[in-house]
Every structure is written in C-alpha cells, then in structure tokens.
C-alpha cells in the first residue's frame, strides 16, 4: 500500500527524508556469503554526493554510511560478508538548514510535489521537499552498490548525453571522459562547452534538463519474465521512479516508432561459439521482455528543476494567488546527479530478475 520498496527477491526499501536525522534503506533477500565492506558503497555513494562541483547544489553532505545488519566479518569468511539477512544501511543527514525553506510551507512550487502531497495526506514535510526530496535517491545508490556485487560479471555504466538543447556528439563517445568532467559526459568537447552554458543557466537563476543512457554491458541471456514482469518493463518503471524523470526508452525507443522493419530488426548471424551474433541493438538488450545477451540500453529525461531563483506564479495552501521564487541550494541541472541514480535503479532491477531467474530456472 505504501510503496516504499522496490524488487520482489532482491527487495529494497528506503526511509527517511530530507531535513529529518537520517535517511535509509533495507535490502531483503541478498544472497549470503558476497563479500562487502563499507567502501565499495561509499565509492558508489561519493560519486552522487552533492557540493562537489559549482553546477551541482551546495549543500554539504558528507553522506558517510553504516552497515547496520546483515553483514559479518570472522577469521573465518575472509573479510565481510553479507549473512543472507537483512542488510540494512543508514546515512546521517548532516547539513540541513530549515530556514532556506520557509517560504514553501505555505506556498507550492509549480514542477514539483508539494501540492500533491498535501492533496493526498493532507499534510507535508515542507523541508527540502521532506520525502519528495531527492536526498532519498542516496539510498537507492547504496542499495545498487550493494546489487551490483549480486551482479559481479555485469558492468553497468551511465552518461549524461544531453543537456537542455546541447547534444553530444556520439563519434565522440569515451567512457574514460565520464568520470573526468563534473557532468558525466563521454564527449570531452561537449562537456567543455556545457561548462559556459550551464553557468549562465545558473547565474540567471534558471533551470535545465537532461537525457542520461545507462548501458549494462555482460547481462546473461534468459533475465525477465513474460508478461508482466518483462525486463524492459521494470527497467522503465525502476526509472521512472527518479525524483523528475518524464520519460524512459530501451534501446532505440521511440526512434522505433519513425523507421522501417528492416532497418529495426537486429539482424542475426551464427558466432564461432555456437551463440548467435547480433548485427545491431535497436531493441536494446531485451526481446519478449527477455535478456537477449547484448547490452541492455536504456535512457530516460529528467526535467529541469523546479526550485528556480526566476519567479513563477503559484497559489498558497489557502488558495490565495502569489508569485514564487525558491532560494536555497539547488541544482541547476537535477539530471547531472541523476546518472549515478539511473546506474543503481539498473543494478537493483537486474539483480532482481536475476536471483528470479535462478530461483525458476535453476
Ligand atoms: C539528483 C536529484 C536532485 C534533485 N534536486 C532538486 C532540487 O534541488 N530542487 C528541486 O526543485 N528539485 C530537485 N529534484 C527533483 C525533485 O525531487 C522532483 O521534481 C520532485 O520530487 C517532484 O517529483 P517529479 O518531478 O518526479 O514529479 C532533484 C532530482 C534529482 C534526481
């Protein structure tokens, strides 16, 4: 009812909110014995943390987790391992301020959620959005540093590849890049000129979008389950649940819908190994909503952000009319932080359909 989880055998739920003591999640169903200490999801956790670059907010979350439960370390496991228990995970929130947010507690900022969620409970935690906040995304970063070791022969990779109207260009295309620029861009010269760009979004006090790519490269054939658990389909629902995700596409998505059969069809040919050879991957790893043992590809659009310095008309809680202008410390680009985001929601959901099919299959 409360929809607070994600998964049905590799099971994730998350807690907490923005300005409260802490936030967190539960991971249900992990395997036992996969090795795992603190710092392979605190690298996880440092590559989403905000403040790190002038384009991303200011808020300084020094986002240092805990094991809390489901991990063991004796002279016997060599190292940590994980018990087959719960594994439960905690961040303390650190660096609120309460005050930079007083004027949304009776006021809704137009794009985002606080309307909605006086509309359906009635009442709000109008700090930092409380659960509507992005800071909840933290934790599903931690639980796919965790799903990736489930995965330990699938690599799962993200990009920002476009950036308001600025594209990349695909030639240019290096995965070495991403991690060199604060934008995540596997195009050196548009991460260059995204600089100057995102600059002046930010002085004027605007807002900009996103698209991200997130490919998962070394998934088994056989992940995915017809017809309502189809791989494709969690992946997109897994997606859009990102905090301002309008839109989600596998593989060449809604190209598909302008070109020809021919020029979709991932044509086949007979490999050395015995396993065929696809000659393309239009339909972006997944056929029948099956793995078809070729990347996985998906993309999805995150909106610009909607706490903006530019003034908006709104209403307040009482239905009077007024003008809006959200100070505090956001993003400019919300879809900047959203790639490491989009890698873990890829690596929850494969891990899951993973431990499905083994549990089916064997
Ligand atoms: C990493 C990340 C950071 C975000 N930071 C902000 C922010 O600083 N200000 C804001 O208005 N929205 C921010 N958002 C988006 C809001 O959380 C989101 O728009 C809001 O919850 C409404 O949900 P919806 O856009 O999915 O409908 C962020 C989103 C992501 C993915």
Redesign the pocket.
């Known amino acids: 009812m409360s929809h607070n989880s994600i998964g049905h055998m590799f099971r994730v739920t998350t807690w907490g909110e923005s300005h409260g003591p802490a936030i967190g999640c539960v991971i249900d169903g992990c395997p036992p014995l996969i090795p795992l200490t603190v710092a392979e999801i605190q690298t996880e956790l440092d590559r989403?943390r905000p403040g790190q670059s002038r384009f991303t907010?200011q808020r300084k979350e020094p986002d240092q987790v805990r094991i809390l439960s489901g991990v063991f370390e004796d002279d016997r496991t060599g190292g940590p391992v994980t018990t087959g228990t719960p594994i439960s995970l905690m961040i303390e929130n650190i660096d609120q301020r309460s005050k930079d947010y007083s004027e949304i507690r009776d006021r809704y900022?137009p794009?985002?959620?606080d309307f909605t969620y006086d509309a359906k409970y009635g009442v709000r935690d109008y700090r930092g959005?409380g659960r509507?906040?992005?800071r909840e995304?933290a934790m599903r970063v931690a639980a796919g540093a965790v799903a990736r070791k489930v995965l330990p022969s699938v690599n799962i990779r993200a990009a920002l590849v476009q950036m308001g109207e600025q594209s990349i260009d695909r030639d240019r295309w290096d995965w070495d890049t991403v991690n060199e620029n604060p934008f995540f861009c596997p195009d050196a010269k548009a991460a260059e000129r995204w600089e100057g760009y995102l600059d002046g979004i930010r002085q004027a006090g605007s807002s900009v979008g996103a698209v991200i790519e997130v490919v998962a490269d070394g998934v088994p054939p056989g992940l995915g389950a017809p017809v309502y658990g189809k791989l494709d389909q969690d992946i997109c629902a897994a997606m859009m649940s990102?905090?301002?995700?309008?839109g989600v596409e596998i593989g060449n998505g809604f190209e598909a819908g302008r070109i020809r059969g021919e020029d979709n069809a991932d044509r086949m040919r007979q490999g050395n190994d015995g396993a065929p050879v696809f000659l393309s991957n239009n339909n972006g790893g997944v056929l029948g909503g099956i793995s078809s043992g070729q990347p996985v590809v998906a993309r999805f659009a995150?909106?610009p952000?909607?706490?903006i310095l530019t003034p908006v008309e709104t209403v307040t809680r009482s239905g009077e009319e007024t003008d809006i202008m959200?100070k505090g410390?956001?993003?400019p680009c919300?879809?900047i932080?959203?790639v490491p985001?989009g890698e873990a929601m890829m690596a929850i959901v494969l891990a899951d359909h993973y431990l499905r099919h083994r549990a089916q299959n064997g």
């Open positions: 989403r907010t900022r794009g985002h959620a959005g509507s906040s992005a995304t990102i905090n301002a995700v309008k995150v909106k952000t909607s706490s959200t410390r956001h993003d919300v879809g932080r959203a985001v």
